[in-house]
T-cell receptor
Framework: KNQVEQSPQSLIILEGKNCTLQ??????????LRWYKQDTGRGPVSLTIMTFSENTKSNGRYTATLDADTKQSSLHITASQLSDSASYIC??????????????FGKGTLLTVNP | DAGVIQSPRHEVTEMGQEVTLRCKPI?????LFWYRQTMMRGLELLIY????????DSGMPEDRFSAKMPNASFSTLKIQPSEPRDSAVYFCASSLAGRGGEQYFGPGTRLTVT
């Protein structure tokens, strides 16, 4: 069964600190992995998309890594800001008809950045 | 572009009533998705369309749920009759094939069934 597990479930950090969120998956055959940021009361917004051949991708202060061998991904946030407070969702896509729409979602990590 | 538009933003209804959620995808996008999000289950894909044709509805929970896409700029998700366990946030998203499949989500409709 395709699964995506995220850890930790929640995290509280101080503004300016770095943090790393984890994602382990058992989706097969793998197509791509995405990280989304979801602010409270809003829809998810894509941060990064990585395919099998990519092991690092950055988007500003967000850096995602992918180890396809161990089926793990991480999202590193540098110099956190209050606006980083949100839920971060890892989503893995399996190969299938339509290319990228057999999605398996993690339950997300709720990040709170305190001043 | 205005992004994905959903209406209403909030809906409160009584059990047994029909509920219709609406979505306008980003112009030019050829894929449209309906999701449901709850605290317990997270985000779940309900159904998706390609060029207005339903491709995979295996995520639709039961026959009380139906979705249509009569044209490229409009889709509806209908629940009839509604039940309290249908209470959730329903998101619509759209994407353009060939651009890495990035999906753009709407703001969601928060449905409460009492």
């Amino acid at each position: 069964k395709n699964q995506v597990e995220q850890s930790p479930q929640s995290l509280i950090i101080l503004e300016g600190k770095n943090c790393t969120l984890q994602c382990n998956y058992t989706v097969s055959p793998f197509s791509n992995l995405r990280w989304y940021k979801q602010d409270t009361g809003r829809g998810p917004v894509s941060l990064t998309i990585m395919t099998f051949s990519e092991n690092t991708k950055s988007n500003g202060r967000y850096t995602a890594t992918l180890d396809a061998d161990t089926k793990q991904s991480s999202l590193h946030i540098t110099a956190s800001q209050l606006s980083d407070s949100a839920s971060y969702i890892c989503v893995v896509s399996a190969e299938g008809g339509g290319s990228n729409y057999k999605l398996t979602f993690g339950k997300g990590t709720l990040l709170t950045v305190n001043p | 572009d205005a992004g994905v538009i959903q209406s209403p933003r909030h809906e409160v209804t009584e059990m047994g009533q029909e509920v219709t959620l609406r979505c306008k995808p980003i112009s030019g996008h050829d894929y449209l998705f309906w999701y449901r999000q709850t605290m317990m289950r997270g985000l779940e894909l309900l159904i998706y369309f390609n060029n207005n044709v339903p491709i995979d509805d295996s995520g639709m929970p039961e026959d009380r749920f139906s979705a249509k896409m009569p044209n490229a700029s409009f889709s509806t998700l209908k629940i009839q009759p509604s039940e309290p366990r249908d209470s959730a946030v329903y998101f619509c998203a759209s994407s353009l094939a060939g651009r890495g499949g990035e999906q753009y989500f709407g703001p969601g409709t928060r449905l409460t069934v009492t």
